[in-house]
Nanobody, 125 residues
Framework: QVQLVESGGGLVQAGGSLRLSCTASGFTFSSRAMGWFRQAPGKEREFVAGISGGGGTTDYADSAKGRFTISRNNAKNTVYLQMNSLEPEDTAVYYC??????????????????WGQGTQVTVSS
C-alpha cells in the first residue's frame, strides 16, 4: 500500500521558517522523482519544488526560488522542503507527490500519481 505522509506544517510569523517532511512507503522511493505542491483557498494546486530520483536535479517555482530548498534522503524514504523567509502568500496546504518517472523534474500535477494528505502552512503578517 502506497503512503506519503507529510509533517512539519504549522503557524509561523512572516519571515520565519518551516521544514516540511514527507515519508514514503509502498514503492521504491529512489526510483521516483518527488515534488511539493501547494493549494491555497480558492486557488488551483500549484507546483512548488521538485527533485529527481537520485537528487541531482531540482526545480523550483519562481515564487520559491531563493527561499525554499528541496532535498531527499533515499535511505530514509523521505523528501524535505526547507522554507525560509516565509510570506503570508505562502499560506496553503502543502502536498508531497511521487512522479511516475525517476529522471528530471516535471511541474505538472498530472505527472504525479501518488499524493500525500497535505499539511497546512499558515503564515501570519
Amino acid at each position: 500500500q502506497v503512503q506519503l505522509v507529510e509533517s512539519g506544517g504549522g503557524l509561523v510569523q512572516a519571515g520565519g521558517s518551516l521544514r516540511l517532511s514527507c515519508t514514503a512507503s509502498g514503492f521504491t522511493f529512489s526510483s521516483r522523482a518527488m515534488g511539493w505542491f501547494r493549494q491555497a483557498p480558492g486557488k488551483e494546486r500549484e507546483f512548488v519544488a521538485g527533485i529527481s530520483g537520485g537528487g541531482g536535479t531540482t526545480d523550483y517555482a519562481d515564487s520559491a526560488k531563493g527561499r525554499f530548498t528541496i532535498s531527499r534522503n533515499n535511505a530514509k524514504n523521505t523528501v524535505y522542503l526547507q522554507m525560509n523567509s516565509l510570506e503570508p502568500e505562502d499560506t496553503a496546504v502543502y502536498y508531497c507527490a511521487a512522479d511516475s518517472a525517476r529522471w528530471g523534474v516535471r511541474v505538472g500535477a498530472a505527472s504525479y500519481d501518488y499524493w500525500g494528505q497535505g499539511t497546512q502552512v499558515t503564515v501570519s503578517s
